[in-house]
Every structure is written in C-alpha cells, then in structure tokens.
C-alpha cells in the first residue's frame, strides 16, 4: 500500500476515534466491500431508505442481493423506524442507515430492531460528514461506515470512498478481499480525475455552477472525464475492474481536506443556522428536528417548495446554485425502477420529497451572502408542507 494511502486512512479513523479505515475509488466500491464482508449475496436482502441514489443499490444488485425499501419520515428524510420492523424476513442480512442530508438517523430504535432480528446495521455517511447523534459521531454507531468524495458531498477528493470500522473481525475480512480481489486505478484514470479536480477547483465557485455541471457532463459523455456513473460498471465481465483501490493523488486531496475539515464543519453547521434564521424569520418553514438528540452537519440545505420546476429553471438564471437530489426514490434514474425492485407506490412520502425537495448551498465557498441571497430566491416560491 502506498504510505500515502496509508497516512490517509490513519488520519481518516483517528478523526472519528474508530479503528480502522479503507479508502477505496468510490463510495459505492466501499458499500460493496461491506456488503461482500458482511457475506450478503445470492438471496439475501438489504434494507434502505426509498430515497436514496442507484449507486447504493447498485452494489447490492451485485451481490446477488434484494434491496428493500422503507419510506421515510418527512422531516429527516431518513428511514421511517416505525416501518422499519414489518420489513424485515428471515433473509435480511443488512440495515443501511442512510444519513439524508446531513441529518442522523433515530439509530437507538434502529439498532435495537436490528439486534432483535441479528441484522447488522451499515452507515450511509455520504451526506453527513460530522453529524452527531446523542453526542456521538455518525460511522461509529453501527457496525460499519461508508463515505464518498464524489463532488457534491461534504468534501471532495474528484472521486472516493471510505469505509471505517472498530470491529475487528470486520476489518480483517476487509483486508483479505482487498489483497485477494482489489485493483488499482490506471494511470488514465488517475491522470483523468487530477485533470476533473483541477477544472473543479478553477470553475466551481457558486455563480459558475450550472455551468461546471452541464460541462462535466459533456465531458463525461464525451468519455474525456472519469464519470461518476459509468453505466457499464456493473456488467459482470467489468466486475474485477469494479473493486478499485483508492490512489495516492486522491489519498493527497483527501489529506488536504481533513486539515480545514473543523472548519468546513463549523461552516455548514452555521451557514444552516443561518438559513434557518432568515427563514424562520419571514415565517418560512425551517428545518425541524430534534435539537436535543441530533447535531446535524448538513451536505446541502433541504426545502419543500411546490413549483420544483420552475424554481429550477430560474435559479440558473438568477445565479442561484439550487440542487435537485433526490428527484426520485433511486435517484437519478426515473426508468426501470422495476429492475431495481422498486414499484412506483411503495414509499409515498420518498416519492412526494422527490417531487418537493430542492436543496442550498452549504460548502466552504457557500458565504452569508450567498445564504441570504439563496434564501431570498427560495422564498419567491411557496413552501409545501410535509
Ligand atoms: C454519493 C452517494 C453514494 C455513492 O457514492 P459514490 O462515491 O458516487 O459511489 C452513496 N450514498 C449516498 C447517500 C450518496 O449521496
């Protein structure tokens, strides 16, 4: 293993106090590396939100797996604990508890569901990088966590993934498949993402935006970038290619990122209190959970509006940086659902989020200016109510 790699995922697990870490290509290669060490395959099934992105599902289709989808509640956008039991079977093997947003999951009832039926509980932590929950740090609750630095989430490396652990059994699984299955990226796709890092680092500062977007996107389609979602990537001949490694150039990134990550923390955590504020303030609906049990620390900003639509054909116009995830349950891909096992119907207030829900900026270029300014376009539309 590269020393930096290394350095990387011992910094990496220090931060969280857990004792392990492993850095692999993407967030969906470290859920795969979890769902192979967990021994999910052939007939078992794995429980998540219905809001979620294809990625997750992706890895376990891989495996052989079922996903099976538990709506949300509306204020979190994370798994609905009261309807968490009824899905449960004889073959459940997993439980991921996605982290929407930023917000932690109720993981007290989750935890306690799982220990009754013997299922493991995994940590989606893509979204929340930081998040406390009764004073603890999400990716430590349950047995595993996984992260990704894709690059809307909270940090970016271009492309990445994390996974930690304090089980030990666990970790050492996790070391076997590595040195038995995993490669390494090649010099073009390293050479390819230093290049989409460094057009990310000189365009993506908010007013510029919409317009990095639709050029990553032509570019990923012109096949000139290393895309994030290449969709030959879990055919089965492509499977050796799958189980990637991190490199070194990301290990670097990842590196410098976790230097200032107190400061990116401290800046979503005030920036949405901010929003917040400015909402609250105009009679606006703000977030609403639980101060006393959860410290969120958001990835973007969430808002129910009811012309979805409209405000995001006009955001790019007025310079506005409005995201759009989830549009639907398995987000961003609308049809087949069926293919992932999901039926238009089974998670309601999934799909009524889909329909509602844009989000605001909170990353480190994300000032009080841009808060107010973001804050000021949302409520030119009306809020619908969860
Ligand atoms: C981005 C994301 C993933 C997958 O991460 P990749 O690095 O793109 O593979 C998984 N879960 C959630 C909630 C995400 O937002």
Redesign the pocket.
């Known amino acids: 293993m590269h020393p930096t790699i290394e350095q990387y995922q011992n910094q990496f697990a220090r931060f969280f106090g857990a004792e392990r870490a492993f850095a692999f290509w993407?967030?969906?290669?470290a859920?795969y590396a979890l769902l192979r060490t967990l021994d999910v395959g052939q007939g078992d099934e794995v429980i998540l939100p219905g809001y979620?992105?294809v990625?997750?599902v992706n890895p376990i289709k891989y495996v052989g797996a079922k996903p099976v989808y538990v709506d949300i509640e509306p204020a979190t956008f994370n798994i609905d604990v009261n309807l968490l039991e009824e899905k449960i079977t004889a073959t459940t093997k997993i439980i991921i508890a996605?982290h929407t947003y930023g917000y932690p999951c109720d993981m007290d009832p989750i935890l306690d569901i799982a220990q009754r039926h013997g299922v493991s509980v995994i940590e989606?932590c893509?979204?929340a990088f930081g998040s406390q929950y009764k004073g603890r740090i999400v990716g430590t609750l349950g047995r595993a966590g996984y992260f990704?630095?894709?690059w809307n989430?909270p940090y970016t490396t271009g492309?990445?993934?994390m996974v930690i652990t304090s089980d030990k059994q666990l970790a050492g699984r996790i070391e076997t498949l590595q040195a038995d299955e995993m490669c390494s990226p090649s010099l073009r796709e390293i050479f390819m993402l230093s290049a989409q890092l460094l057009i990310y680092r000189l365009l993506v500062y908010p007013r510029t935006t919409a317009l990095a977007q639709s050029l990553f996107r032509y570019l990923t389609r012109k096949g000139a970038v290393v895309g994030?979602s290449d969709k030959s990537e879990f055919e089965p001949s492509k499977a050796k290619d799958f189980f990637k490694g991190a490199g070194a150039m990301q290990a670097r990134s990842g590196l410098r990122q976790l230097r200032r990550i107190e400061q990116n923390i401290s800046h979503r955590i005030n920036m949405a209190r901010l929003y917040d504020e400015i909402l609250a303030s105009i009679g606006y609906k703000s977030r609403d959970y639980d101060k006393t049990v959860i410290t969120p620390v958001m990835v973007r900003y969430p808002v129910r509006i009811t012309e979805k639509e409209k405000a995001l054909g006009e955001a790019a116009k007025a310079g506005i940086e409005l995201g759009s995830w989830f549009e639907c349950p398995l987000h961003p891909i609308e049809t087949p659902l069926a293919s992932y096992d999901y039926t238009i119907g089974m998670c309601p207030e999934a799909e009524k989020a889909g329909r509602e829900v844009v989000n605001l900026p909170l990353h480190p270029r994300a000032d009080a200016g841009t808060v107010k300014k973001s804050a000021d376009f949302i409520t030119g539309f009306s809020h619908a109510s969860s």
Do not use: A, Y
Not at 26 to 29: A, L, T
């Open positions: 993407k967030g969906r290669v859920l979620t992105c990625m997750n996605q989606d893509c979204l990704s630095f894709q989430k492309l990445g993934g994030s």
